[in-house]
């Protein structure tokens, strides 16, 4: 008997930190994309990531009023969404004279800053 309540205490145990576990690496989000509060998200954008866009000369070419290769970097969602969805982590990837790279005539982005790029890319918001 002992060993019966013993087995089923054990399978209880496993079966319940299994489910926190994956609760935890989704953190509520059904793409496994960890969400944020959406005004921390859009803090991280401001203090962060239009810093590296505006320092750049992203904005010169990529603004709304008429976007080069029909890509806004101007706001948070259409960064956010280039970032996520678009083609920007691979062109400021790429190596300086490679075909796309990005920021065209200017210079590659500094380790710290394709990090947080690349950070922004895996954040999103409910």
């Known amino acids: 008997m002992n060993k019966s309540l013993l087995i ?11 489910e ?11 793409n496994g994309m960890p969400t944020y509060d959406c005004v921390e998200l859009r803090s991280y954008y ?10 750049k000369g992203c904005t010169g070419c ?16 259409s960064v956010h969404s280039g970032i996520v969805h678009g083609s920007v982590l691979d062109r400021v990837g790429r190596e300086p004279g490679e075909p796309g790279f990005m920021p065209q005539g ?11 790029l690349q950070g922004f890319s895996g954040m999103e918001c409910p």
């Open 20 to 30: 926190n576990v994956e609760e935890d690496y989704n953190n509520g989000s059904e």
């Open 8 to 18: 089923i205490v054990a399978m209880v145990f496993f079966i319940g930190c299994e």
């Open 106 to 116: 200017g210079t590659k982005l500094s380790q710290d800053q394709l990090e947080i």
């Open 62 to 77: 990529h603004a709304t009023s008429d976007p080069a290769g029909g890509l806004a970097l101007d706001s948070f969602e």
């Open 46 to 55: 401001t203090g962060s990531v239009q810093p590296i866009l505006d320092s």
